[in-house]
Structure formats: structure tokens, C-alpha cells
């Protein structure tokens, strides 16, 4: 297949199969898969920017089921997602400067390495630190005691304080507006949904109830990537579409089955996979980053 | 001392004049050849070396090179060149050096380590050679810049040829094959032929809306990427 925006000739199947391993791990554990498909992608030969660009479509296609299933079972709050989608396309549209100035700096490939070891590297650890406890917990029998469900003083302090009825709280709007900023500049940056920096966010900053959580995040994330994709298409005019559909077609079909397979494993012992997955890419990344590179001189077009 | 009386006969030929990277384009083999006769109209090839030249469109590059800075590889220094082609072979019938001098090889061009690459801005010669150098090892290395000395074959004192490989990853544009005749170090006659390279059909709507119309292309990603995630979802609730 020729892929015309990245001007490279790929196996298809090879983008297909892709696209259905980081849609099985989406539908298995509820994140957007991006933080695989950008790194694979690059290594594969495609160029990083069409790599990010062409990955939010498909984390968008990734997530379209699940918010829809969630959505049928009540496991959104709207406006608790209206306000993270607000900060989410705001954060795309800084992102878009930032990556324009990174770009023209050079450093644009450095920061997302960067970036993705020490995201992927921290969250990976406390989720693997986390999971572990709870299965070393589930083995003796005695259950680990529940997390008492508070917001970050910090989040106390903000003014307009505003009800979220089905988070169950009662905050100052700025907080998630914020947090949605965060993950917006993050998926520009990097490709990625922001699904697994936003769950434990919701969960132990905002204090959200723990049956709204994926629901919401997957309803940011949808809409956070259509509007990284547009950012994309009308700035760095890097979305592939050929790249985009091979990865839809593996990811959609992909989540499916994935989502299957969630229904029938352990929650603890899907996490600490996941744990593990995530620290193997940021073990990855950050060795790439040490070790000399194969290329010294890269090539950009003025 | 191009075009007098007494220089020989050229007459070059490429295999195709259009190159059409569509669906399942992988790349695109190009046979160079023609004919070199004496100025008499006898064969002549003997008496000649042949250089066959194919350059790509030329494009304003920025080249980045990394260094260790605090344990970590970054992009450290950088060199901004006003014309490097996106595409240049050369062949040759025998080793360039063989063929001509260094000062002939630099005003034609004929070799990488003689590409015109116009640097932008005030740099130390001896960086700049670096620079040069790693751009062009890159370039070889993903089959965009290629020296074959010994690939023009010149058959029966009249005919040559050179076989040249485009990758898949070529610019589209206008790209120039140019072929020179050389005797005793001169270059006493050369040739000019054309070869475009060009998009077509779904690959050029494509990459034209996507420089042009943004707007819809990005909504027609976004719509697209919805869709198939819920009808995805819809065919799998069946089963």
C-alpha cells in the first residue's frame, strides 16, 4: 500500500495488524492504544509527525464503541465531560503552537521522547505498584482497604465552585478544565488519547466516582482526538487517510475482541499487564534515548 | 566547447518519460540509454566515457545532527542547505576519478561528493563538509542518493545504458536525467532529458486536499474514524 501523505510504500497487513494489537489492548483495558501505535509506527518509517497525526484518528475510532456502550449505561457525566472536552481543545490548539515552536527548534522528536519515558515510565510504576498490591492482597484473602474518595485539597481551593451530580462532587470547574488542557497539549504532542493519564487523574485528584470514570475519559478522549485530528489536517496537514483507515480497521475490530476478553479477566491482573506493557515501551524509549542513535543527521524540509 | 563540429553525436533515451505513483507503487526502475557516435557518424563509444546523471527537485533542507548532551542523544547542531535534490544518481562506464579531474567533477557535479548544496547563512568549510557528508550517507542509506561506478554499460562501441532505481519514497516533480559524454577528462558533449514524476488519481486527491481544503479533509478523517468505530461496534454486538 502507498501511503500519500507520508509518501512511503508499507505492507498493509503489517498497519492492519497493528492497529488490531493496540485495539485489543484499548478494548482490554479502556485506554486509547496511541502510546503504542505512535512509537511503532516511527519505528516502523513513518515519518513521526503523520505517525501522530494519522494515530489520533484512530484512537478516535477506538474509543467511538466504548463511550457508546458506556453512554447506554448511564457511565458518563456530561457536564463534567463538556468541561474536560473545553480544556481538551483548548489544550489541542496550545499544543499545535508548541509543537510548531518544537518543530522549529529541532527539538520536537527529543521532548516526545522525553515526555514518554517519564509519563509511561511514572504511571506505568504506580499501576504495576498498584495492581501488584492488590493481587498479593486478593492471594491472602484479606481485601485491601478502600481508598477513601476525596479531591486533592489543592482542588478545594479553587473559587466557582460548581455541582457535578453524577461525579458526586462538588468543585470548582477550573480543576477539570485544567486537567483537560493537560491531556489536550499531550495528545498534539504525542499521539496518544490521554486515557491512561486521565483515569487515575479523575479517579485521585478530582475524586470522581469510580463508575463515571471510564465513561468520561473515553467521551473526552473521542472528542479530544477529532479535534486533534482537525488541528492536524489544518496545521502540520499531516494526516494520512490511507494510514488512518489500515489502522481503523485493525483497532476497531481489534477493540472488539478486546473487549471480550476484559469481561472474562481479573481487573487486578488485566492492570498489571498493562503496567507491565506501558513500562516496557518507556524502558524502550528511555534507552533510546541514551544509547547513540542510528541516525546522527536527520533531514527536514524548510 | 559544447555543440562545436568536431564533437560527437549524443543521443539519449530514457525508458519513461512519466512516472505515476499510484495504489501499489513500490518504487519505479528507469533504463538510461542511447547512442554516441563521432563527429564522422562511425561508431564511437570506445573513445568515450560515459556519466549518466539523474537529479530529483531540488528543496530548501534543514540537516540536524545529534549529540550527547547529559547522557541524553538531542539534536545539537544544525545546517540549513538552499538546494539539496530530494534525488540524485549518478553512473558511470568506470570510477569517476578515472574519468576526470576534481575541478571538471565539481562544475559538473558528477559524484555526491560534489553536490551543490548552496549553504544558508556563514559556516566553517569543515562543518559544513560534515554536514554534507552526513547528509549524503543518510540519503544513500534510504536509496534517494546512489553512485554506481560501473553502471553504464556501453555495448558494441555504440550503445549505452544505465539501469537506475527510484525507491518508493520519492518527491513527486520534475526530475532531469543528463548524460555527458567525456574524452581524455573533457566533457565535450551532454545531453538533456526530462522525467515526471507525478501523483495520480486517489493518491493525487489526496495529497491535494490535504494541502488545500484542511478543513474538509480533517472533517472527513474525523467523520470517517467515528463511522467505522460504530459500525465496528454495531457488527460486533451481533455476533
Same mark, same amino acid.
Request: proline residues 4%; glycine residues 12%.
Given at each position: 500500500?502507498?501511503?500519500?501523505?507520508?509518501?512511503?510504500?508499507?505492507?498493509?497487513?503489517?498497519?492492519?495488524?497493528?492497529?488490531?494489537?493496540?485495539?485489543?489492548?484499548?478494548?482490554?483495558?479502556?485506554?486509547?492504544?496511541?502510546?503504542?501505535?505512535?512509537?511503532?509506527?516511527?519505528?516502523?518509517?513513518?515519518?513521526?509527525?503523520?505517525?501522530?497525526?494519522?494515530?489520533?484518528?484512530?484512537?478516535?475510532?477506538?474509543?467511538?464503541?466504548?463511550?457508546?456502550?458506556?453512554?447506554?449505561?448511564?457511565?458518563?457525566?456530561?457536564?463534567?465531560?463538556?468541561?474536560?472536552? /473545553? !480544556?481538551? #481543545?483548548? *489544550? +489541542?490548539? @496550545?499544543?499545535?503552537? &508548541? $509543537?510548531?515552536?518544537?518543530?522549529?527548534?529541532?527539538?520536537?522528536?527529543?521532548?516526545?521522547?522525553?515526555?514518554?519515558?517519564?509519563?509511561?515510565?511514572?504511571?506505568?510504576?504506580?499501576?504495576?505498584?498498584?495492581?501488584?498490591?492488590?493481587?498479593?492482597?486478593?492471594?491472602?484473602?484479606?481485601?485491601?482497604?478502600?481508598?477513601?474518595?476525596?479531591?486533592?485539597?489543592?482542588?478545594?481551593?479553587?473559587?466557582?465552585?460548581?455541582?457535578?451530580?453524577?461525579?458526586?462532587?462538588?468543585?470548582?470547574?477550573?480543576?477539570?478544565?485544567?486537567?483537560?488542557?493537560?491531556?489536550?497539549?499531550?495528545?498534539?504532542?504525542?499521539?496518544?488519547?490521554?486515557?491512561?493519564?486521565?483515569?487515575?487523574?479523575?479517579?485521585?485528584?478530582?475524586?470522581?466516582? /469510580? !463508575?463515571? #470514570?471510564? *465513561? +468520561?475519559? @473515553?467521551?473526552?478522549? &473521542? $472528542?479530544?482526538?477529532?479535534?486533534?485530528?482537525?488541528?492536524?489536517?489544518?496545521?502540520?496537514?499531516?494526516?494520512?487517510?490511507?494510514?488512518?483507515?489500515?489502522?481503523?480497521?485493525?483497532?476497531?475490530?481489534?477493540?472488539?475482541?478486546?473487549?471480550?476478553?476484559?469481561?472474562?479477566?481479573?481487573?487486578?491482573?488485566?492492570?498489571?499487564?498493562?503496567?507491565?506493557?506501558?513500562?516496557?515501551?518507556?524502558?524502550?524509549?528511555?534507552?533510546?534515548?541514551?544509547?547513540?542513535?542510528?541516525?546522527?543527521?536527520?533531514?527536514?524540509?524548510? | 566547447?559544447?555543440?562545436?563540429?568536431?564533437?560527437?553525436?549524443?543521443?539519449?533515451?530514457?525508458?519513461?518519460?512519466?512516472?505515476?505513483?499510484?495504489?501499489?507503487?513500490?518504487?519505479?526502475?528507469?533504463?538510461?540509454?542511447?547512442?554516441?557516435?563521432?563527429?564522422?557518424?562511425?561508431?564511437?563509444?570506445?573513445?568515450?566515457?560515459?556519466?549518466?546523471?539523474?537529479?530529483?527537485?531540488?528543496?530548501?533542507?534543514?540537516?540536524?545532527?545529534?549529540?550527547?548532551?547529559?547522557?541524553?542523544?538531542?539534536?545539537?547542531?544544525?545546517?540549513?542547505?538552499?538546494?539539496?535534490?530530494?534525488?540524485?544518481?549518478?553512473?558511470?562506464?568506470?570510477?569517476?576519478?578515472?574519468?576526470?579531474?576534481?575541478?571538471?567533477?565539481?562544475?559538473?557535479?558528477?559524484?555526491?561528493?560534489?553536490?551543490?548544496?548552496?549553504?544558508?547563512?556563514?559556516?566553517?568549510?569543515?562543518?559544513?563538509?560534515?554536514?554534507?557528508?552526513?547528509?549524503?550517507?543518510?540519503?544513500?542509506?534510504?536509496?534517494?542518493?546512489?553512485?554506481?561506478?560501473?553502471?553504464?554499460?556501453?555495448?558494441?562501441?555504440?550503445?549505452?545504458?544505465?539501469?537506475?532505481?527510484?525507491?518508493?519514497?520519492?518527491?513527486?516533480?520534475?526530475?532531469?536525467?543528463?548524460?555527458?559524454?567525456?574524452?581524455?577528462?573533457?566533457?565535450?558533449?551532454?545531453?538533456?532529458?526530462?522525467?515526471?514524476?507525478?501523483?495520480?488519481?486517489?493518491?493525487?486527491?489526496?495529497?491535494?486536499?490535504?494541502?488545500?481544503?484542511?478543513?474538509?479533509?480533517?472533517?472527513?478523517?474525523?467523520?470517517?474514524?467515528?463511522?467505522?468505530?460504530?459500525?465496528?461496534?454495531?457488527?460486533?454486538?451481533?455476533?
Amino acid at each position: 500500500m502507498y501511503l500519500p501523505i507520508a509518501n512511503l510504500s508499507v505492507n498493509g497487513l503489517v498497519i492492519v495488524g497493528l492497529g488490531a494489537l493496540t485495539g485489543l489492548l484499548s478494548g482490554m483495558f479502556g485506554v486509547g492504544g496511541g502510546f503504542l501505535t505512535t512509537p511503532l509506527l516511527i519505528f516502523y518509517g513513518v515519518p513521526p509527525t503523520v505517525a501522530a497525526a494519522s494515530a489520533a484518528s484512530q484512537v478516535t475510532g477506538a474509543s467511538v464503541s466504548g463511550a457508546f456502550a458506556h453512554a447506554r449505561r448511564g457511565g458518563i457525566d456530561y457536564q463534567m465531560g463538556a468541561v474536560l472536552v /473545553a !480544556g481538551g #481543545v483548548i *489544550g +489541542t490548539g @496550545l499544543g499545535a503552537l &508548541l $509543537f510548531r515552536l518544537l518543530q522549529a527548534l529541532g527539538q520536537i522528536d527529543t521532548v516526545i521522547n522525553i515526555l514518554y519515558v517519564v509519563l509511561l515510565g511514572g504511571i506505568g510504576g504506580l499501576m504495576a505498584q498498584e495492581s501488584l498490591t492488590a493481587l498479593r492482597a486478593h492471594r491472602r484473602g484479606v481485601p485491601v482497604p478502600a481508598r477513601k474518595r476525596r479531591h486533592h485539597p489543592l482542588i478545594a481551593s479553587l473559587p466557582f465552585r460548581y455541582r457535578f451530580y453524577r461525579s458526586g462532587l462538588y468543585i470548582s470547574p477550573l480543576a477539570p478544565l485544567l486537567l483537560g488542557t493537560a491531556t489536550g497539549i499531550l495528545t498534539m504532542l504525542m499521539g496518544i488519547g490521554g486515557g491512561f493519564i486521565l483515569v487515575p487523574a479523575m479517579l485521585y485528584i478530582l475524586g470522581m466516582g /469510580a !463508575g463515571v #470514570v471510564v *465513561g +468520561t475519559s @473515553l467521551f473526552q478522549i &473521542l $472528542f479530544v482526538t477529532m479535534a486533534t485530528t482537525m488541528m492536524h489536517a489544518l496545521t502540520t496537514r499531516a494526516v494520512d487517510i490511507v494510514l488512518a483507515v489500515l489502522l481503523l480497521i485493525g483497532s476497531v475490530s481489534g477493540a472488539q475482541v478486546g473487549a471480550q476478553f476484559a469481561q472474562k479477566a481479573r481487573p487486578e491482573q488485566l492492570r498489571l499487564i498493562l503496567a507491565a506493557i506501558v513500562l516496557g515501551v518507556a524502558v524502550r524509549m528511555a534507552l533510546g534515548l541514551g544509547w547513540r542513535p542510528d541516525e546522527i543527521y536527520t533531514v527536514v524540509s524548510l | 566547447m559544447l555543440g562545436g563540429a568536431r564533437d560527437p553525436i549524443l543521443v539519449p533515451e530514457i525508458s519513461q518519460h512519466e512516472i505515476q505513483v499510484r495504489q501499489g507503487f513500490t518504487g519505479a526502475d528507469l533504463l538510461l540509454f542511447g547512442a554516441i557516435l563521432s563527429p564522422e557518424g562511425s561508431r564511437a563509444a570506445g573513445d568515450y566515457d560515459i556519466v549518466v546523471v539523474l537529479e530529483g527537485p531540488v528543496r530548501s533542507i534543514v540537516v540536524r545532527e545529534k549529540q550527547k548532551v547529559a547522557g541524553v542523544w538531542v539534536n545539537a547542531q544544525a545546517s540549513e542547505f538552499r538546494s539539496a535534490p530530494s534525488f540524485f544518481a549518478i553512473a558511470s562506464n568506470r570510477p569517476i576519478r578515472q574519468i576526470v579531474d576534481d575541478k571538471t567533477a565539481a562544475i559538473y557535479e558528477l559524484g555526491l561528493d560534489w553536490l551543490q548544496l548552496s549553504p544558508i547563512g556563514v559556516i566553517e568549510p569543515k562543518l559544513q563538509q560534515r554536514f554534507s557528508a552526513g547528509l549524503v550517507d543518510l540519503m544513500k542509506r534510504q536509496g534517494l542518493y546512489q553512485q554506481n561506478e560501473g553502471g553504464v554499460q556501453i555495448r558494441e562501441q555504440v550503445l549505452y545504458q544505465a539501469r537506475i532505481s527510484l525507491p518508493s519514497s520519492v518527491q513527486t516533480g520534475t526530475y532531469t536525467a543528463e548524460t555527458f559524454a567525456v574524452r581524455r577528462g573533457k566533457v565535450v558533449a551532454s545531453a538533456v532529458t526530462r522525467v515526471e514524476v507525478t501523483k495520480e488519481g486517489f493518491e493525487r486527491f489526496v495529497a491535494v486536499n490535504a494541502q488545500r481544503n484542511g478543513l474538509i479533509y480533517g472533517l472527513f478523517a474525523v467523520l470517517l474514524s467515528v463511522a467505522m468505530g460504530w459500525i465496528a461496534g454495531r457488527l460486533f454486538a451481533l455476533v
